[in-house]
């Protein structure tokens, strides 16, 4: 009996354990993932780690640029943060109820972030590449991931900055700080984008600099919220190249110069407007998406948000742009045509000549349409005179 009471403690603690070592990650919405306080900052309280599918809305290099470009730690550098290659990814939800969608990020080196300051804290470009690698290709087939693929992100470290929660490493090198994408459906297909409005999004410009025009609410059942993180078709706008606007929109008036793939980042900025006093930022992707649009056009992309801010998320709502759509219609062409009609009255073959005494005959090939009770054909104008008769079909 003894041997029962000593060991059945042992057996029921050897149980537990194989248990907790053979659950699994709880899977997470993008609506919970991305909720938020009344003042625009993260409301999740969840832990991790947590499992997330979405289809991907972007391919790995889209945003931004990964390439390798290792920087130690300099203490006497003052300017911008100097992060090297980074990489970027937004899936966006498909799972009934859910709505919305988050990004991903991952950057080289977290040592020059001023509170970090190290360079051991680094990826080397040998490391980077292989970051790069591994998220960008499914870790079973080896597939390249590309927008319409159906993912699941296994998530270990998140950080909210600028108006949402994104999934990352929390700066963080270790392996237990990884994130890892896998491929659930490949060419899962893209979600029909959803037609937005600046009005839906913005107000009208009330000419002060020192206050933002967008539209935030908390339950994210409208404004900006709304759309985040999602794939959005923002309709009828029209690019701003107008530098008085300035007194009015100060730092956020980008004018037209970011239209260009070839600019870094912070650079791919535009400013278009619905030419109702209301104005909205696209960010450029790093390829072309055609010549700059004269008149008014849609914008398709991924409605996302760039407050700046790590304390204040109600504003900076942006389109990370994939294609434009002109409004301007097809040109017509107008020209002059010959027709030449008959009656449908038994079978007829149409031919031509350049004389009306020729040898040789040419048969229309056209088919003819029945229009008015005759046969109509019409004949490209030619730069000779023609000659038309009809010859029996069975001749």
Not at 122 to 145: C, I, M, Q
Not at 308 to 324: A, C, H, K, P
Not at 351 to 380: C, F, H, K, S
Request: charged share 20%; proline share 8%.
């Amino acid at each position: 009996m003894q041997w029962k009471s000593t060991c059945l403690p042992v057996a029921m603690a050897c149980a537990g354990l194989l248990a907790g070592a053979m659950a699994l990650p709880a899977a997470e919405t993008h609506a919970n993932l991305q909720s938020v306080t009344t003042n625009g900052t993260s409301a999740w309280s969840g832990t991790f780690p947590f499992t997330i599918r979405g289809v991907l809305l972007t391919d790995p290099e889209e945003m931004l640029n990964p390439t390798p470009n290792f920087i130690p730690y300099d203490p006497a550098y003052q300017g911008p943060t100097r992060m090297g290659g980074e990489w970027q990814i937004v899936f966006q939800a498909v799972e009934p109820g859910d709505r919305g969608g988050t990004t991903c990020w991952l950057g080289q080196n977290y040592g020059n972030l001023p509170w970090v300051r190290d360079s051991e804290l680094s990826y080397t470009n040998a490391a980077w590449v292989a970051e790069v690698l591994r998220l960008s290709h499914d870790p079973e087939t080896g597939r390249k991931f590309r927008k319409g693929d159906l993912i699941e992100v296994t998530v270990r470290r998140s950080l909210f900055y600028g108006g949402k929660r994104n999934i990352n490493e929390a700066h963080d090198l270790s392996p237990d700080a990884n994130f890892e994408v896998r491929l659930v459906t490949p060419d899962y297909g893209l979600p029909a984008p959803e037609t937005v409005t600046l009005a839906q999004v913005k107000r009208v410009d009330d000419g002060n600099p020192a206050t933002h025009e967008d539209i935030f609410e908390v339950t994210r059942q409208s404004g900006g919220e709304y759309y985040q993180g999602m794939r959005v078709r923002l309709v009828n706008l029209q690019l701003v190249n107008d530098p008085a606007l300035t007194n009015s929109l100060g730092s956020r008036y980008y004018g037209t110069n970011g239209w260009n793939p070839n600019a870094v980042w912070s650079q791919r900025l535009c400013t278009v407007t619905d030419g109702e006093g209301r104005y909205f930022t696209l960010r450029m992707p790093r390829y072309s998406v055609g010549p700059m649009p004269a008149g008014r056009f849609d914008a398709i992309g991924v409605f996302t948000q760039e407050s700046g801010s790590g304390t204040d998320g109600r504003m900076g709502y942006e389109l990370f742009v994939q294609e434009i759509q002109p409004h301007t219609a097809p040109g017509l062409a107008i020209g002059q045509a010959v027709w030449v009609g008959w009656a449908p009255q038994g079978r007829w073959q149409l031919e031509w000549a350049p004389r009306v005494d020729a040898q040789t005959w040419t048969p229309v090939t056209n088919a003819p349409v029945v229009y008015g009770g005759m046969n109509i054909l019409l004949e490209a104008p030619q730069g000779a005179q023609r000659f038309y008769r009809l010859r029996p079909a069975n001749e």
